[in-house]
C-alpha cells in the first residue's frame, strides 16, 4: 500500500542555517504530494504541495520538489527564522476517488535557536 | 479565508461520559475529517465524511462515532469516554476530489481522567 516516510526529529538548528526535511514515498500511480505545517498549539495548514513530477511546490521560502525517479519530496530552506519552529508533516494523496486517503508521515519536529 | 472552527480547545471529562466534540466550516466542503493527534503517532483518521449522512470508518473508529447532518458541520462523540482517549482531536475539511488542500481547525485537546 502508500506510504510515506520521513525523518525523524527532532531537528535542531540555529538562526540563518540551512534546513532539509526528508521525505520519501511509496505510492502506486501519480499521487499528489504536500507539507503541512503545525505551529504551537494550533491545527496543521497547507505549506506547499505538487501534483506532478519534476513539479516544485514553494512558499514562505521553503521549497520541495517532487521527484518520481528517487520518489522523493524533501522539504528545503536557505536561511531558518526562530518563527519556523514548528511540527512538519510530509503527506500524499493517491489521487484516486474522493480526498479520504491522505496518507501522512510521522510529523518532524523543528526548532530554531536564536 | 477558509475557516474551520472547533467548539472547544480544552475540555476534561470523566472516564464514561459522552462527549461532543462538534466542528464547523464555512467553505461549502463536501468532505470532512475528525483526526486524532499523539506524541509518536502523527495523525490518525477517525471518521470522514463526504456528504450529508454519509460516513465512512477511518483507521481508529472504535469507541467513536460522528454526525453529520448539515454540510457545513461534522460531528466527533464518544460514546463512553476513557483515559486511552485523551488526545489532540483535528477537525478538518475539504473539497471532494483527491489532491485539493485539507483545512484544518485549531485542534481540541481532551483529557478524560
Known amino acids: 500500500g502508500n506510504s510515506v516516510t520521513q525523518m525523524e526529529g527532532p531537528v535542531t538548528l540555529s538562526e540563518e542555517a540551512f534546513l532539509t526535511i526528508n521525505c520519501t514515498y511509496t505510492?502506486?500511480?501519480?499521487?499528489?504530494l504536500f507539507w503541512y505545517v503545525q505551529y504551537p498549539g494550533e491545527g496543521l495548514q497547507l505549506l506547499l504541495k505538487a501534483t506532478k513530477a519534476d513539479d516544485k511546490g514553494s512558499n514562505k521560502g521553503f521549497e520541495a520538489t517532487y521527484r518520481k525517479e528517487t520518489t522523493s519530496f524533501h522539504l528545503e530552506k536557505g536561511s531558518v527564522q526562530v518563527s519556523d519552529s514548528a511540527v512538519y508533516f510530509c503527506a500524499l494523496s493517491d489521487n484516486a476517488g474522493n480526498n479520504r486517503k491522505l496518507i501522512w508521515g510521522l510529523g518532524t519536529s523543528l526548532a530554531v535557536n536564536p | 479565508d477558509v475557516k474551520v472552527t472547533q467548539s472547544s480547545r480544552y475540555l476534561v471529562k470523566r472516564t464514561g461520559e459522552k462527549v461532543f466534540l462538534e466542528c464547523v466550516q464555512d467553505m461549502d466542503h463536501e468532505n470532512m475529517f475528525w483526526y486524532r493527534q499523539d506524541p509518536g503517532l502523527g495523525l490518525r483518521l477517525i471518521y470522514f465524511s463526504y456528504d450529508v449522512k454519509m460516513k465512512e470508518k477511518g483507521d481508529i473508529p472504535e469507541g467513536y462515532s460522528v454526525s453529520r447532518e448539515k454540510k457545513e458541520r461534522f460531528s466527533l462523540i464518544l460514546e463512553s469516554a476513557s483515559t486511552n482517549q485523551t488526545s489532540m482531536y483535528l477537525c478538518a475539511s475539504s473539497y471532494l476530489s483527491s489532491g485539493n488542500t485539507i483545512y484544518f481547525g485549531e485542534g481540541s485537546w481532551l483529557t478524560v481522567v
Open positions: 505510492a502506486t500511480g501519480y499521487p499528489s
